[in-house]
């Protein structure tokens, strides 16, 4: 079976990576986007089996300022935001931005959610492995919430998620990571509107989810528009 077939069963409609990145490159081409006069930024976990997209989106785009944290959460905050807004080719009095931001997770070719393979180990492994481990410790009933100084990333990712987790609910891994890119999302949205100024740059927001499938990476878009002079366009992927 296709894997976009396994993956209906969680996501509506998915894309391989390539083709994902292939259909914002050419939607915001209408809108004046492009590899010359643009830059990319992402927003992905650091896992490696992650990094494909950013290959991809770098092969489109060219390379890419990086936001990244573990699970694709935006932490890089106001300071990371206003030093990538001051990288862009300016034509035509415009700046352009174009950010991607996607938390991950795999499904394997029988449909389980969060396994994955990695090459040269034997047996399962798990993706979103931060993600998962947080996932974990809500179903064991004892949460973390103080900042770990030796583990800073993951003791942000719990205050920042359980803001968006009802108390006592516990979410399994894929309703987690659908919290997760609502919350990155959020989090990018609110700070582009304090840091970005619209009279000088355009910019587009590209959000989804990254499925680590058992042959290759896939995308389920969430949010994926463009603010050109002001003015919000949806992209249509
Ligand atoms: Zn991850």
């Not at 492994?125 to 410790?137: H, I, R």
């Amino acid at each position: 079976m296709p894997f976009e077939n396994i993956a209906k069963k969680y996501f509506d409609r998915t894309y391989t990576e390539i083709d994902f990145v292939k259909k914002t490159y050419e939607a915001l081409k209408q809108l004046g986007f492009n590899d010359d006069n643009s830059i990319a930024a992402t927003c992905i976990c650091r896992d490696e089996i992650s990094q494909s997209l950013r290959s991809v989106i770098k092969h489109m785009w060219g390379e890419a300022f990086n936001f990244s944290s573990l699970a694709g959460m935006f932490f890089a905050g106001k300071t990371g935001l206003a030093a990538a807004m001051h990288h862009a080719p300016i034509e035509g009095g415009k700046e352009r931005y174009v950010f991607y931001a996607l938390p991950h997770i795999a499904i394997d070719a029988e449909g389980h959610i969060g396994i994955c393979r990695r090459t040269g180990r034997e047996g399962a492994s798990v993706a979103c492995g931060a993600l998962n481990a947080f996932q974990k410790e809500m179903a064991s009933g004892k949460v973390n919430i103080t900042m770990d100084n030796e583990d800073v990333e993951q003791s942000l990712i719990r205050m920042r998620l359980l803001r968006e987790i009802p108390y006592g609910h516990v979410p399994d891994l894929l309703e987690l990571t659908k919290i997760t890119q609502a919350a990155i999302q959020a989090d990018l949205e609110i700070t582009i509107n304090k840091v970005v100024n619209i009279g000088k740059s355009n910019y587009a927001v590209i959000t989804g989810i990254q499925i680590n499938g058992p042959d290759s990476n896939y995308v389920w878009p969430a949010a994926c528009y463009a603010v050109v002079n002001g003015v919000k366009t949806e992209l249509k992927i």
